[in-house]
């Protein structure tokens, strides 16, 4: 059995960019829509759980309680 580490490693100026902007659409009030995408095993899904829960964090911090995180994974393989 493996366990996910708890951090992705060399990834927090992506996670920045990343928080940054969902933060901005969450200020202003706007929708927004980020592609994320990467090979295989380079920290994708962990970067994206860590910058939630940054949100997260940060919501209880500001009191903003009125914004909702979706997460889609969509794998597709070439054969």
């Known amino acids: 059995m493996s366990t996910a580490p708890s951090s992705a490693v060399c990834r927090e100026d992506e996670q920045k960019r990343v928080f940054d902007f969902c933060k901005a659409c969450i200020e202003q009030e706007k929708a927004g829509s980020l592609y994320v ?8 899904s962990l970067s994206m759980e860590k910058v939630k829960q940054c949100l997260v964090d940060w919501a209880k911090e500001v ?3 009125e914004f ?3 997460r889609i994974n969509d794998l597709v393989s070439f054969e």
Do not use: A, E, L, M
């Not at 995408?37 to 994708?44: A, N």
């Open 37 to 44: 995408c990467g090979c295989p095993g380079t920290g994708k």
């Open 68 to 70: 909702i995180v979706f």
């Open 63 to 65: 009191s903003r309680t």
